[in-house]
């Protein structure tokens, strides 16, 4: 199955867990950042990603203890690529939502505090005389 079809199966059978956290990031409803849900970066699917903050949020069920290896290297290419990447079992995301929340949060602010200011264009602003 190639990758874009993939995704598009993992958006319709999301886990419970998944769909929890959804309802919170969806529609800019969490700090007016836009992410997105099982978008491939690579050659990979992720479970959540808010490219303006460069921020990748996975959550992760019983099988990932026996995928540990493949999360590591996973989580080291993304993070290669520069996004920063946070993991939640699925019961933390059901019993702990606002811990997870402010997980989230306090990394979104950390990406956004790291980003560069765009610097201002030649030409604009007041010209001392």
Known sequence: M????????????Q???????WYYLRAHRFMDMKFKRQKPIGRYIVDFVCHESRLIVEV???QHQE???YDR???TWLQEQGYI???FWNHEVM???ENVLEAIRLAVERACSLSPDPSPAS???EQSK
Do not use: H, M, Y
């Open 2 to 13: 190639q990758l874009l079809e993939r995704a598009k199966t993992l958006r319709s059978e």
């Open 15 to 21: 886990t419970e867990a998944e769909q929890r956290l």
């Open 60 to 62: 992760d069920g019983g």
């Open 67 to 69: 995928n540990a290896g």
């Open 73 to 75: 290297r996973r989580d």
């Open 85 to 87: 990447v946070l993991r």
């Open 95 to 97: 019993q702990q939502i």
């Open 123 to 125: 030409g604009r602003g």
